[in-house]
C-alpha cells in the first residue's frame, strides 16, 4: 500500500503528534508499505524533499504557539511531486495547515481521506484570545474540527473514549469512529534495552541520592498540563519528608513561572526543571525517577504515561478518561481525584516498596499491548475500510450518473 501522511508536526519538533506519526511511519514500512510524509519546514520559503525517506517539507511561518507554524494550503509546485506518488490512501493528523492540503489533494487525487484527531483544540483557544471571546471562539473550533472531520474524512480515528464520547455526544459525529490508542516504540523504554550506567550518571548529575524518591513529570510546561497542581503539592510532601524529589522534564510559556512559584513556596531544592531533554535520551529520565505524576485533564491519550508504564514506572494519574483503560487504579497505576489523595498515594507508593514494585511489573505488563506494531496494524484496517468506502462510493456515484443519463434520453 502507498500511503501519505500528513502533518503539521515531525521530528526534529518533538511532541505527541510528531512522535505518534513518526513511529507510525516506521511501523509501517516494517510492515512492507511505502509511506510519504508532507509536514511544514523550519523555512518561509524553501521547500525541502527527502527523497530516501520520502518526507516533504511545505514553507511554514510561525504561528506564535510554542513552535508550531503553519504552511501554505496549495503548493502549486508540489501537486506534481505528490501526484506521481500514486497514494493508496492518505491518513491526515491535524485539522489546519497541513491538514487542509490533505483534503484538497485527497480531493484532487480521488483518495480516500482517514483522520485522526489528536489534540483537544478547545483547551488551546486561550493561547489566541487570551481570555477575550472565549466562548466564541470555542464554538468556531467546534464547527471547524465537525466540518473538518465529519464532511471530508471518510474514516475517523480517536485514541481514546473520552474523544469518541465528544465526537459522539457533543459533536453529533455522524460517519465512522474508530477508537485506536495511539502506540509507542515500547521496547526503546523496557529496563533490559538500558544502560544501568547512563542512569547512575544521570541521577548523580541531577544531585539525587540513593534515599531520594523521584517523581517525574514529563511533557509541556503549560497551562493546561496543570503542573501547578505537581508543584504545590510537592510543598506539603517536602514538609513530611525532604527526600521526595520533583523531577519536570519539558519546556514551554510557563516554565519561568514554574520555577519562580517553586522558589516562592520554599522548595526550590526539591523541585528540578531539566528543560528539554534529547528523544534518545528520554528513557533514561524514566528510569531514573521512582514514580510518574500528571494533573492534567487536556489530554486525548497521554503517551507519556504510556512511556513510563513501558519503563517499568507506576504512574499516578487524575481521574480522566485519557487515562482509564491504559491504567486500572490499584492494578498498574493509581488514579486520584484531589490533593489531598495524591499526597496520600505518593506517600503509600514511597513507603511501600513491595507494592510499588509489583505496581511498575503490571505497568510493563499493559504497556506491552501498546506497542506500535499493534497500533499500525489497526490503522491499516481503517485504511482498507476507507479504499472499500471510496470504490463504493465511485461506484454509486457512475451508477447514479448513468441513471440519470439513462432517464434523461
Known amino acids: 500500500m502507498r500511503i501519505g501522511l500528513f502533518t503539521d508536526s515531525y521530528p526534529p519538533y518533538i511532541n505527541g503528534v510528531s512522535t505518534s506519526v513518526a513511529m507510525l511511519k516506521k511501523a509501517l514500512e516494517k510492515q512492507g508499505h511505502t509511506v510519504y510524509v508532507v509536514t511544514v519546514s523550519n523555512h518561509a520559503l524553501r521547500y525541502e524533499y527527502n527523497e530516501k525517506e520520502r518526507i516533504l517539507k511545505i514553507p511554514g511561518i510561525p504561528i506564535g504557539i510554542y513552535d508550531y507554524r503553519i504552511s501554505r494550503i496549495y503548493p502549486v509546485s508540489m501537486i506534481n511531486k505528490m501526484r506521481n506518488w500514486k497514494l493508496d490512501v492518505i491518513h491526515s493528523h491535524t485539522e489546519f495547515g497541513i491538514g487542509i492540503l490533505a483534503r484538497l489533494v485527497a480531493k484532487q487525487f480521488n483518495v480516500p481521506l482517514v483522520h485522526t484527531y489528536h489534540t483537544l483544540y478547545e483547551d488551546y483557544t486561550h493561547y489566541i484570545t487570551h481570555g477575550y471571546f472565549d466562548k466564541s471562539s470555542k464554538k468556531i473550533v467546534e464547527y471547524l474540527t465537525k466540518f473538518y472531520c465529519d464532511k471530508t474524512a471518510h474514516e475517523l480515528i480517536v485514541p481514546t473514549n473520552k474523544i469518541y464520547k465528544l465526537f459522539k455526544d457533543k459533536y453529533e459525529f455522524t460517519k465512522n469512529i474508530h477508537i485506536i490508542p495511539t502506540g509507542i516504540e515500547v521496547d526503546r523504554f523496557f529496563v533490559e534495552n538500558i544502560d544501568k550506567k547512563e542512569v547512575e550518571q544521570l541521577r548523580k548529575k541531577l544531585g539525587y541520592s540513593k534515599k531520594d524518591f523521584v517523581i517525574l513529570f514529563v511533557g509541556r510546561l503549560a497551562e493546561e498540563k496543570n503542573v501547578e497542581f505537581l508543584i504545590n503539592a510537592q510543598k506539603k510532601l517536602v514538609e513530611k519528608d525532604k527526600n521526595y524529589k520533583l523531577l519536570i522534564v519539558g519546556d514551554g510559556p510557563d516554565k519561568g513561572k514554574y520555577e519562580q512559584l517553586a522558589k516562592d513556596i520554599g522548595i526550590g531544592d526539591y523541585v528540578y526543571f531539566n528543560g528539554k531533554a534529547a528523544w534518545e535520551e528520554i528513557p533514561i529520565y524514566y528510569h531514573v525517577a521512582d514514580l510518574f505524576a500528571t494533573a492534567s485533564t487536556s ?45 496520600s498515594e505518593v506517600e503509600e507508593l514511597y513507603k511501600d516498596k513491595d507494592y510499588r514494585d509489583k505496581m511498575n511489573n503490571q505497568a510493563r505488563i499493559q504497556a506491552e499491548h501498546c ?39
Open 299 to 343: 489530554e486525548t491519550q497521554g503517551l507519556t504515561v504510556i512511556e513510563a508504564m513501558a519503563s517499568g514506572t507506576t504512574p499516578l494519574c487524575i481521574r480522566d478518561e485519557s487515562f482509564i483503560g491504559t491504567v486500572t487504579d490499584e492494578l498498574n497505576g493509581r488514579i486520584f481525584d484531589n490533593e489531598e489523595q495524591y499526597i
Open 371 to 409: 506497542s506500535s506494531r499493534a497500533y499500525a496494524s489497526s490503522v491499516l484496517e481503517v485504511y482498507e475500510r476507507a479504499m472499500k468506502d471510496k470504490e463504493a462510493e465511485y461506484r454509486f456515484g457512475f451508477l447514479s450518473k448513468l441513471f440519470k443519463k439513462i432517464k434523461g434520453e
